[in-house]
């Protein structure tokens, strides 16, 4: 479940994209997250978290000053200024092969870590994109969130 500081932080970012000249990202349907939870497990992801799940019901990824949440979305938007990009394409191009799907399931990114989440853990994690060491952790997707808006807003949430 959502927290109401979570939603206000997605509804500020939404606000400096739109002052910014960018588009928000809509909304994910049931339908397609439905169908996304399909591909990932048979893609071997597992189970997506729900709060993950919550968040793509607000926004379908989030893109935003060097913060990459990704979305639904399995286009390779690489190189498109503030392109989310897709989970599922991300996780099998970017994930080495002693990292196994079971453990990391990768989110996002900012310049330098990886933003994923831990299974084993059940918490939020920034990992190294040089080697994968953990550079932060968060209990919650709140926390997770937080940090990741103050980044988008530049240091401004």
Partial sequence: MMTD???DLIE???EDKRE???PTEPPAGPEALDGFR???EEAGLGTLPEDWIDFLKQSDGL???GVTLFGLDQEDDEGEPYARGGLLEFNRRERPADKPASRY???GHTDVDYLAYDRQERI???LSLADWSVSATYPDFAAFFQEQAEMMLGGEA
């Fill in 12 to 14: 500020q970012v939404f």
């Fill in 20 to 22: 910014g000249g960018y």
């Fill in 124 to 126: 939020y994690l920034a």
């Fill in 105 to 107: 399931l990768l989110l």
């Fill in 63 to 65: 893109a935003w000053n």
């Fill in 38 to 40: 399909a591909c990932a």
């Fill in 5 to 7: 500081e979570t939603l």
